[in-house]
């Protein structure tokens, strides 16, 4: 290929970036990324980066399985494309469906396709509505999310989504969607027990029930665990009321498990290892380790039922595309077979946590958080008062992500707070690493903070 220069210079003359500033980008030029293996990334000069992220959360099988290159290949060859809309079907969204509802929980057993998360939250929020509808309910269209929360970036899922910076550009958040706060303990817990907190902020959505209207209000849609907001565990009270109340209002529980499906928290899904019964599921990511652009809407048998005398008058053209399901296919078939999401939640899982909660006798971090292999450290000035820097938020997240970046390693920064999701292949000596660079970026994240 080009030099990395020439190469750079064209990605900031013609590349328009997601979540990035191009001018700064173009001042920097970007990393080329060119190859990739297991859980290493190789840029354009050959030098090696451990890739703690998963790509963005989703490469849980990890880099390079040529199985999955070779069902595209041939499921391109044999039929590359068709849809599923006006009564036609084809074997690989078949086969994918009835894949996805074997492993899904509960009666969560129908599948809508869609190419992303983005595409299947809009699905829900069209979906939900119509459910009502048919259930002689239509005043019930309100939609309660919770503030920081990421659900995509479509006018619809940026709405449901509850970041402050994106509902600024455009127009957000459509009507009928309304946001509560989220249950971040440690940054806004103040003297409450984690308990009494997590308590407390589910009981938010229920005053906003009683606010909004309980005929007014169709579903609660929430994370499992929220990623992009910052790896927020809620305290062990918050799922237990939060479905207790959606149960008592007749309120669908939506769990977005984007990032936390397909064995990131240790079990196949999210809301097994929390305990949650979702009555809609949103899938993508990790359906596919992001080899191909996959995600759904995965709906409970009543729902299902419900909608299945209405024309739901919706779809896109890749959904259930034959490539991307056949290598979804392949995806899940790996995850299964090589026992993947056992070994997690048995052996790496618990090892990332030992050596993660290490971190937190390093002087700039207050809290370590991990469930399965998605982790966050708070970043603090002082660990015993929960304090915030005097900086804008983010800034110094952003120095420890360039240091962590400087030492071949991506971790990312929410805020200040650094966040991991590594691929769920990633071994235990792979783990080691990954800590050495992270502690090496603290330490120097620190001393150019006393500088
Ligand atoms: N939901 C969650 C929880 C996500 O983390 C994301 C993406 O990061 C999305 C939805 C949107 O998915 P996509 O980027 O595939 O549209």
Known sequence: ????????????????????????????????ITRAKGVYLTDSEGVEILDGMAGLWCVNIGYGRDELAEVAARQMRELPYYNTFFQTTHVPAIALASKIAELAPGDLNHVFF??????????????????????GKPDKKIIISRKNAYHGSSMGSASLGGMAGMHAQGGMPIPDIHHINQPDWWAEGGDMTPEAFGLARAQELEAAIQDLGEDRVAAFIAEPVQGAGGVIVAPDSYWPEIQRICDKYEI????????????????????????????IMTIAKGLSSGYQPVGGSVVSDEVAKTLGGVEFNHGYTYSGHPVAAAVALENLRILEEEGIVDRVRAETAPYLAEKWHSLGDHPLVGETRIVGMMASLALTPDKASRAKFASDPGTVGYICRERCFANNLIMRHVGDRMVISPPLVITKAEIDTLIDRARRALDECHAQLRE
């Open 252 to 279: 669908l529980l939506i769990a977005d498990e984007v990032i936390t499906g397909f064995g990131r928290t240790g079990n196949w899904f999210g809301c097994q290892t929390l305990n949650i019964r979702p009555d």
């Open 114 to 135: 869609a190419a992303g998360g983005s595409e299947a939250n809009d699905t829900n929020i069209r979906m939900v509505r119509t459910y009502w509808d048919a259930k």
């Open 1 to 32: 290929h080009m030099p990395t220069a020439e190469l750079q210079a064209l990605d900031s003359a013609h590349h328009m970036h997601p979540f990035t500033n191009g001018d700064e980008l173009a001042a920097k030029g970007a990393r080329v």
